[in-house]
């Protein structure tokens, strides 16, 4: 069987995580991404702030998309702020306000990126729905409105935006999509995953619609991977870690969150532009990642 198909038979099975505690990773050459067009959800701060900055100093054209266009006292963060850091940095990108729940937002998000740009080569499915009531609700106080708003964020529009670009990806020569996991994923190599924390200090970890349909994401892109490499398209999954993000921050202050071992938004960053630019990306496609690990595992280093 040749490594690619070995690859695949992998992502397409259903009988649990790829590989094992002692599987070796190994450093692939980068290519460049200068013209490369890439789409990133929720542009406007935290991981997908960061990567849209590191993918314009890399000469990518950004497309960013976030709902949060005007200043909020209790959110940092603007889409208007990230692009002009880009501008300023004389990188190309534009902004679209985008409400991930609205079919009709992400079209919009996908047309601009084309008549922008040309076309799309990268989608970056970072956003997902962290923010107010739901986080720390228990399942029993948990409406049904509430669980669906989660998976519309963080399984239905990737799925959406990926059914967009796919034609696009296929037609430019193929391209990559890479979605944000979170420690539900499998990505620890193991026969088993780490235990599921309650929480973490006073910070609830109680979040069954975020955790389930992130398992969700994870799940589509395994199952889509076979299909995805028959048009050169490889589907990636990334668990970035505790983030030291600026909801991190606020949560920190909040609600005693510990985030002694939080990584700087680089550390994810840097693996997002490793794994849509790196040579062969048959040999992760399909598959789950864990950024903190994989980066020290293959000495890469910040940029």
């Not at 789409?39 to 702030?49: A, D, L, M, P």
């Not at 190309?92 to 740009?117: M, W, Y």
């Not at 519309?152 to 935006?161: M, Q, R």
């Not at 668990?239 to 994810?268: F, N, Y």
Request: charged share 20%; proline share 4%.
């Amino acid at each position: 069987m040749s490594n690619v198909a070995e690859n695949l038979a992998f992502a397409s099975s259903a009988s649990g995580p790829v590989g094992t505690s002692e599987e070796a990773m190994v450093r692939q050459r980068e290519l460049g991404l200068t013209g490369k067009v890439v789409v990133i959800t929720g542009g406007s701060r935290g991981v997908g702030k960061q990567a849209a900055i590191d993918f314009a100093r890399r000469g990518a054209h950004v497309v960013l998309a976030a709902r949060t266009v005007e200043a909020d006292p209790e959110v940092p963060g603007t889409i208007g702020e990230t692009l002009r850091q880009i501008e300023d940095l004389g990188g190309q990108a534009i902004a679209v306000a985008t409400d991930l729940a609205k079919v009709e937002d992400l079209e919009n998000l996908i047309d601009a990126a084309v008549g922008r740009f040309g076309g799309v080569d990268i989608l970056i499915n970072n956003a997902a729905a962290t923010t107010g009531d739901i986080w720390g609700k228990s399942f029993l106080d948990l409406t049904r409105e509430e669980w669906l708003y989660q998976f519309a964020v963080n399984v239905h529009a990737p799925f959406t935006l990926t059914q967009l670009v796919v034609p696009i990806m296929e037609a430019r020569g193929g391209g990559r999509i890479i979605n944000l996991s979170t420690g539900s994923g499998e990505v620890f190599r193991r026969p088993e995953e780490l235990p599921k924390l309650g929480a973490v200090g006073g910070f609830s970890l109680a979040v069954p619609g975020y955790y389930a349909s992130k398992r969700a994401l994870d799940r589509f892109g395994n199952c889509m991977a076979p299909e995805f490499f028959t048009r050169n398209i490889a589907v990636i999954g990334m668990h970035p870690g505790l983030v030291a993000t600026e909801l991190v921050a606020i949560r920190v202050k909040e609600r005693g969150l510990d985030d002694s071992v939080a990584v700087p938004m680089t550390v994810p960053s840097r693996m997002l532009v490793y794994f849509a630019s790196c040579e062969n990306p048959w040999e992760y496609t399909g598959r789950l990642f864990w950024a903190e690990r994989e980066m020290e595992a293959m000495g890469i280093t910040l940029d």
